[in-house]
């Protein structure tokens, strides 16, 4: 039985006033961070709002997130003891004891399986809290673990530091075991002190992980969670965190199938902030089936630009398991995601200017289980090999109105390839380096200076001297990443077809796909 069918009907949304005065803070606080923000006039012609969108980038915060590219999420908690994926908040917490629990062994794991951050469910539904919690009995002090002295947000980023990897925290808002869940003023200052206990005592956060669910308390009341409070103790507390999902940097895709969108773009109406859309899609497994409406839902287009009032940075994060479910179950040991399954995923979550965010959550020994293990290096081994080199490498470049071609061919992101005066079409010309066999595109967009691609098309020339086309799409943004049957030749084109402003492409890639393509 789907467990969050199950537990429908237990969400509400923000009421207005309080959406309309997260979106007003949010607003004022990201027109401050050069560029991630622009408001558009009433005085504002359709060719001003496309010129507006071409020119919003992403702050520092999400530009370094952005280029994490693979991320990893721990589910584990109470979960992992009773094999449920959602506690109700009355469970017997003594039944936590991870005897084997080694948290460098999650992250260096992680580490090698190419993971750049992780984020660990400091508390999740059911209240329970990794860490020792001055503010609840409910918590790692109160079980046998370590004698009550144990504390699994600290092993986690004490590993993520030691390891060089970014560390982030998931706190659940809706809290199934305090009591005064549903006294919005009392559980807002005690989710407060929360998150300054998690802000405060583990070092440097880099992103703080908020749910929308909301159910009722004790009292048959939903609270109303005070996100701006929230937010402004976040950045005074940790000012180069991401605040994921319901907050205001890194917005959620909208499926949980590892399946991101084909045009994706990354400048969004600000209207797409709003909270309460968010937290309807990520709690609603109807609405956001993989092959539903929402893959086929216009986030970004220019008629969705032109009748916004503002426009925003606001990228996709891609949250998958590796499991069926967020948390350990043993009867699941054998339904780990294969390689194949996760570069899959890769494809088309990092590929299609996405960020993916892997959940691998460890069993109750405290160990990530062999299976979850061996399948992420085989992964990792993979994506490595089927990018170790790129076919174009050393190809004599030929664009009639481009300026700075060396740049696509250079391994960096932050130089780029563009045209001259204001051109938004383009034709760049690649004479390979003898005949290559590639059956992966890659396209980057130098996201510094803004996401503009709209359609591209690439082309080889067949032996008879005429050209036909290899694949095509539409957005491009931080990573796009194509596959198709592979073909071999000794020159290809690349045609920009339309674009917001004069294309910023920061690197072209081919490659041939590790064992080859299907
Ligand atoms: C959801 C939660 O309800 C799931 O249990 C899980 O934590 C997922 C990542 O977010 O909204």
Redesign the pocket.
């Known amino acids: 039985m789907n467990k ?1 069918k199950q537990a429908g009907g237990v969400l509400v949304f923000l009421p207005g006033a309080a959406i309309l005065s997260v979106i007003l803070i949010l607003s004022v606080s990201v027109r401050a961070q050069n560029g991630n923000y622009v408001v558009i006039g009433p005085s504002d012609s359709a060719a001003d709002i496309i010129r507006k969108a071409a020119h919003v980038v992403p702050s520092a915060r999400q530009l370094r997130w952005q280029k994490l590219e693979v991320t990893a ?1 721990f ?1 584990f908690g109470i979960n992992t003891f009773t094999n449920h ?2 506690g109700d908040g009355k469970e017997d917490i003594s039944q936590f004891n991870p005897e084997k629990l080694d948290a460098r062994q999650w992250v260096r794991i992680a580490r090698d399986a190419g993971v750049r951050q992780v984020i660990i ?1 400091a508390k ?2 059911d209240g329970f809290c990794l860490w020792p919690s001055q503010y609840t009995e409910h918590s790692v002090k109160n079980t046998p673990w370590k004698n009550g002295k144990g504390d699994v947000v600290k092993e986690v980023s004490d590993a993520c530091r030691e390891y060089g990897i970014g560390f982030g925290v ?1 706190l659940s808002p809706w809290d199934r075991n305090s009591a005064i869940y549903g006294d919005s003023e009392k559980y807002n200052a005690y989710f407060e002190n929360q998150l300054t206990e998690l802000l405060t005592n583990y070092g440097r956060v880099d992103e703080v992980w908020f ?1 929308g ?1 909301n159910g009722e308390g004790p009292n048959g009341k939903k609270p109303v969670y005070d996100f701006d409070a929230w937010y402004a103790l976040i950045r005074r507390l940790q000012p180069t965190a991401t605040i994921a999902i319901m907050g205001p940097d890194v917005r959620w895709v909208g499926t ?1 199938s590892g399946v991101g969108r084909l045009t994706e773009w990354s400048v969004l109406p600000v209207d797409s902030r709003l909270q309460e859309k968010i937290a309807a899609g ?2 609603t497994d109807v609405a956001f089936a993989p092959q539903g409406d929402m893959m086929k839902e216009d986030l970004g287009s220019r008629a969705r630009l032109l009748t916004a009032k503002g426009l925003i940075w606001y990228p996709a994060e891609t ?1 998958v398991s590796i499991r069926p479910g ?1 948390f350990h179950h043993p009867e699941e040991d054998e339904k780990v995601k294969t390689p194949e399954d996760l570069l899959t995923i890769y494809f088309s979550s990092v590929g299609r200017n996405s960020l993916l965010l892997l ?1 691998i959550p460890p069993d109750k020994s405290g160990l990530i289980g062999k299976n979850d293990e061996l399948n992420l290096l085989a992964w990792k081994k993979k994506i490595d090999e089927t990018f170790a080199v790129n076919r174009a490498w050393g190809a004599g470049i030929h664009s009639f109105n481009g300026l700075n071609t060396a740049a696509l061919l250079d391994g960096r992101d932050d130089t780029h390839f563009t045209t001259k005066g204001s051109d938004t079409t383009t034709q760049i010309e690649f004479t390979l380096k003898g005949e290559k066999t590639f059956d992966v595109l890659l396209l980057q967009e130098d996201i510094r200076a803004g996401q503009r691609i709209e359609r591209f098309v690439l082309e080889y020339r067949q032996r008879d001297g005429s050209w036909k086309t290899v694949t095509e799409g539409t957005t491009v943004g931080y990573k796009r990443l194509l596959q198709f049957p592979a073909v071999t030749t000794g020159k290809v084109r690349l045609r920009i077809e339309s674009s917001r402003s004069n294309p910023t492409l920061a690197e072209f890639g081919l490659y041939e796909l590790a064992g080859g393509s299907e």
């Open positions: 969050r999420f589910h994926e959602w469910t999740h539904h998931y749910d669910a949980e990520s709690q949250d967020w959940n």
